[in-house]
């Protein structure tokens, strides 16, 4: 039987008009432009305008990640969203539509910030196993709109975007391996809560520091298993693209693994924390040639966080 794999084809991204920089902050909240950038290594971010859906967002990224827009080859749809439209229908479904892929069929992926490389790994045994042959995998988020901007401890951390790839069936890999894990120990550290009525998607709260010093463990220990299952080393690696959730953190991990920090890709500077949509931006705009050794890695609430590896 003929072996399968899965490789990214192409990818692309859209983020919202508007740009709120650190300083604009700073005039509504008790917050200043040298905090958060030493502290997160944010500078702005791109909020969402009122005719801006995450199905609008991320239908955009798709049609940017598809050769000439064309998507009826498509034939399966995965979003990743932590802020979906509705809670239902599954907002893929609505991206579908709009993209005219009517081969497809879509469904939406909830593992937070995580969301992307849980959504990548399913797409790509999807197509290990011959069910699909390509695959549009999309992060799309509306932080903004579940953020409280009376509090400073979060708010200032989040931004609006969206990224998409398309992971095409092919002869050789592509991705070599993914790993997923979760610890929901862990649930009550980063949530969205839903007491107070005026927020119509509850608002995130969270324990920073034990969100901060997970996110280093977890994503080190899940790249380097995820290396070893290869018989790769941390020197192999060209491009390592975390999920953008704090300068720091990516800083740390990059450090903890011996890895130059030249090769850890920072999108957050210009982004903020776009949830699942970080790691599918950065890819866009990160000038990756064939052949090299590109690591995704990522955590978030639940806890959940996972890696891949591939060979653009
Ligand atoms: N501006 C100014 N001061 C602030 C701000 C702000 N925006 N936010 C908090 N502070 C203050 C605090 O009130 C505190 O003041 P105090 O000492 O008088 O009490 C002080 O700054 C230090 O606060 P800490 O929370 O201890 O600051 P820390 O260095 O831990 O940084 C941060 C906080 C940036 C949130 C960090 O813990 C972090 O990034 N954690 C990871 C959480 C995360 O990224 N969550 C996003 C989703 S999860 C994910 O994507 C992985």
């Not at 200043?32 to 009122?50: K, L, Q, S």
């Not at 929901?184 to 550290?189: P, T």
Request: proline share 3%.
């Amino acid at each position: 039987m003929a072996q399968f794999y899965s490789s990214i084809a192409s990818c692309g991204m859209f983020v919202p008009q508007r740009v709120i920089t650190n300083d604009e902050l700073s005039n509504t909240l008790d917050t200043n432009d040298e905090w958060i950038r030493t502290r997160t290594g944010i500078c702005a971010r791109h909020i969402a305008g009122p005719g801006d859906s995450v199905a609008s967002l991320g239908t955009e990224a798709a049609r940017r990640a598809l050769p000439s827009g064309d998507a009826s080859n498509v034939d399966m749809i995965i979003l990743a969203t932590t802020s979906p439209d509705h809670f239902m229908p599954a907002t893929a479904t609505q991206i579908q539509s709009n993209l005219g892929a009517t081969c497809a069929f879509a469904f939406d992926v909830q593992a937070v910030c995580s969301g992307f490389v849980y959504a990548l790994a399913i797409a790509d045994k999807f197509i290990k196993t011959g069910d699909a042959s390509e695959v549009l995998v999309i992060g799309s988020e509306i932080m903004s709109r579940m953020v409280d901007w009376n509090d400073r401890s979060t708010c200032v951390l989040f931004g609006d975007g969206a990224g998409a790839v398309l992971l095409r069936r092919s002869t050789s890999p592509g991705i070599l391996a993914t790993n997923l894990y979760s610890d929901g120990r862990g649930y009550n550290m980063l949530y969205s809560d839903n007491s107070d009525p005026t927020f119509a998607r509850g608002k995130v709260m969270m324990n920073g520091r034990a969100v901060y010093s997970m996110a280093i463990d977890c994503m080190e220990s899940s790249v380097r298993s995820a290396l070893t299952q290869n018989n790769l080393n941390v020197s192999d690696i060209d491009w390592f693209v975390a999920h953008q959730a704090n300068k720091r953190i990516i800083d740390s991990v990059a450090a903890h693994l011996g890895l130059p920090s030249e090769k850890a890709v920072i999108t957050i500077d210009s982004f903020a924390n776009t949830s699942a949509a970080t790691i599918p931006i950065s890819l866009s705009l990160t000038n990756i040639k064939r052949g090299d050794l590109v690591v995704l890695s990522s955590m978030g609430a639940g806890f959940t966080w996972g890696t891949a590896v591939l060979r653009w």
